[in-house]
């Protein structure tokens, strides 16, 4: 299914619009529940210190899942993602006090392809860090 958005009202450089995600160690715990991933550095502190991180990180997969929202939220509709991919490059360290951490995304069309498809490219920052390289999805535009 194509999204709602025209391809030919899609320019290369179109940015869509940026959106912050907050994560706290509930929102961590309550997706380990949905994945199946409880490994302890995403919610044991004394672990995650043990073997050299800094604080508890999020799941590498949580961030990818948070960081696509700003294209699904774009689109209107899921579906209209053919192909995403991300290389980790930076965890996202996640203190636990009332704060949490952020992930600030940005996106913007780097390309028109072929079949009303375009290539958004994303940025993930936390702490004005970069946690996600190469993030890259392939839309179907109407």
């Known amino acids: 299914m194509a999204a709602a958005i025209s391809y030919d009202d899609v320019e290369v450089g179109t940015e869509l619009p940026a959106r912050d995600f907050p994560i706290s160690r509930a929102t961590l715990v309550q997706?380990?529940?949905?994945?199946?991933?409880?490994?302890p550095i995403h919610w044991n502190e004394k672990?995650?210190?043990?073997?050299?991180?800094?604080?508890?990180?999020?799941?590498?997969?949580?961030?990818?899942?948070?960081?696509?929202?700003?294209v699904t939220d774009w689109t209107v509709d899921p579906g209209a993602v053919e192909e995403y991919g991300v290389r980790f490059t930076r965890p996202v360290v996640v203190p636990n006090d009332e704060r949490g951490a952020t992930v600030h995304v940005t996106a913007k069309v780097a390309a028109k392809l072929d079949d009303n498809r375009?290539?958004?490219?994303?940025?993930?920052?936390?702490?004005d860090q970069k946690v996600l390289g190469m993030s890259r999805a392939t839309v179907v535009l109407a």
């Not at 073997?51 to 929202?69: C, E, K, N, S």
């Open 47 to 70: 672990f995650a210190r043990e073997v050299g991180l800094p604080d508890v990180i999020a799941h590498g997969m949580f961030t990818m899942a948070v960081a696509i929202r700003v």
């Open 118 to 127: 375009v290539r958004v490219d994303l940025t993930a920052t936390a702490d």
């Open 31 to 39: 997706y380990a529940g949905a994945s199946g991933d409880f490994n």
